[in-house]
């Protein structure tokens, strides 16, 4: 998810381009200084955690999505996916004083959204299953994960939650996400394509050698 970097003022249509080639940005609590991750191999290559941006603090084989201050400055949180593509992973944070990275959480099918909480002494996260069930959980960022650990619930709802951030009087910025695949298609004698979907992720897999049946999975099933 590579691109440039920019910045621009509320109703300015003028962004000023910072950098190349950053997947992700944050800024800090004095708003002078930016994370930045890259990713210069892509997907199945390296990611790199910048602060402030030029400063590698964190590398790996993973990749590195939500980077996120904490509100005190010593501390960045992200989401870690260890198979590369930016769809699952676990909850990780950097100690900005040795450069320590401690994993919090197990690894979700699906993860995606971090915030730090209103004190600052939680990081609230998104995760569940599938991209069809995530659901608002927070950790501690002192408390580095063992098996059988669990999140502290914060909120459930019926779908899938994204968080994208969290103001210091406390209100919660989230999406409620309905994602939908549909299969579409028909024989070439057909004027017009039809639906061919069974539930809400339909994925093709082939098509039969007389082009009058498709093979299809749905819902990971």
Do not use: C
């Amino acid at each position: 998810f590579a691109g440039t970097l920019a910045v621009a003022r509320f109703g300015s249509s003028t962004p000023r381009e910072q950098q190349n080639d950053v997947d992700e940005a944050d800024w800090d609590p004095s708003g002078k200084q930016m994370a930045v991750v890259r990713s210069p191999g892509g997907i199945g290559g390296t990611s790199l955690l910048e602060y402030p941006i030029g400063t590698k603090r964190y590398e790996t084989g993973n990749s590195i999505r939500f980077p996120r201050i904490s509100r005190d400055g010593t501390r960045i949180a992200f989401l870690e996916d260890p198979f590369g593509s930016g769809e699952a992973g676990h909850v990780s944070v950097l100690n900005l004083a040795d450069n320590r990275v401690a994993v919090l959480t197990k690894d979700w099918r699906s993860a995606r959204g971090l915030a730090w909480s209103a004190d600052g002494r939680e990081i609230w996260f998104t995760a569940g299953d599938s991209r069809t069930n995530r659901i608002l959980y927070a950790v501690k960022p002192d408390r580095p994960f063992k098996p059988g650990d669990r999140p502290r619930l914060v909120y459930d709802s019926p779908g899938s939650l994204t968080l994208f951030d969290i103001a210091a009087d406390g209100r919660v910025l989230l999406t409620f996400d309905d994602d939908r695949r549909a299969l579409v298609g028909g024989p070439i004698t057909d004027k017009a394509e039809r639906d061919l979907s069974w539930f809400d992720d339909s994925g093709l897999a082939d098509v039969s050698d007389d082009g009058a049946s498709v093979l299809f999975s749905d819902r990971d099933g």
